[in-house]
């Protein structure tokens, strides 16, 4: 079965900053995706970014990149120059990417503060 | 429309009522997704949609719940004789083939 953890409930940073949210994952697969979202207080889910397992070089999307290690099975989000709009819950998320199994599994998320 | 679409935003049942949460999904989403997010949680898997197809309803906490998705676009998730450990946010979810999840705002559900 597919796990996702995020070992951290709770994170702080000082505006401008940069901090780093963890994920670890398990899984059999040797083929799939992985995602962090972004979820304000108006509860919409949204993609931050995706990272393809196949894919040796690590995604970025403006201020937020991943640290992917697959053979660790660790995906970890950072982000750089936080702003007060980046506050939120993080979700780090695992998807199979073949087969009709195409639930998503989510972590518990990361309640990320930023400090003016 | 431009994005998932949910309805209600918030409900409010006493517990035994029946309820009855709507989804629209983006136009030529094929994918579907319910999931049920508790207070401080993650979303937790109910059931996934292939066009009309209920491919997996692993998820589904009891027979209570149901969906469904008769013309493969709108998707209604009912949920029988209420209780109160069904409050939770409702997520719906669409995506194209082995793309990203497209939330809609969830609906807010309180049993009381």
């Known amino acids: 079965a597919q796990t996702v953890t995020q070992s951290q409930p709770e994170m702080s940073v000082q505006e401008a900053e940069t901090v780093t949210l963890s994920c670890t994952y398990d899984t059999s697969e040797s083929d799939y995706y992985l995602f962090w979202y972004k979820q304000p207080p108006s509860r919409q889910m949204i993609l931050v970014i995706r990272?393809?397992?196949?894919?040796?070089q690590n995604a970025t999307e403006n201020r937020f990149s991943v640290n992917f290690q697959k053979a660790a099975k660790s995906f970890s989000l950072k982000i750089s120059d936080s702003q007060l709009g980046d506050a939120a819950m993080y979700f780090c998320a695992y998807r199979r990417s073949i087969g009709t199994g195409n639930q998503f599994y989510f972590g518990t998320g990361t309640s990320l503060t930023v400090i003016p | 429309g431009a994005g998932v679409s949910q309805s209600p935003r918030y409900k409010v049942a006493k517990r035994g009522q029946d309820v009855a949460l709507r989804c629209d999904p983006i136009s030529g989403h094929v994918s579907l997704f319910w999931y049920q997010q508790a207070l401080g949680q993650g979303p937790e898997f109910l059931t996934y949609f292939q066009n009309e197809a209920q491919l997996d309803k692993s998820g589904l906490p009891s027979d209570r719940f149901f969906a469904e998705r008769p013309e493969g676009s709108v998707s209604t998730l009912k949920i029988q004789r209420t209780q109160q450990e069904d409050s939770a946010v409702y997520l719906c979810?669409?995506?194209?083939?082995?793309?990203?999840?497209?939330f809609g705002n969830g609906t807010r559900l309180t049993v009381t």
């Open positions: 990272q393809e397992a196949y894919k040796q």
């Open positions: 979810a669409s995506s194209l083939r082995n793309s990203p999840l497209h």
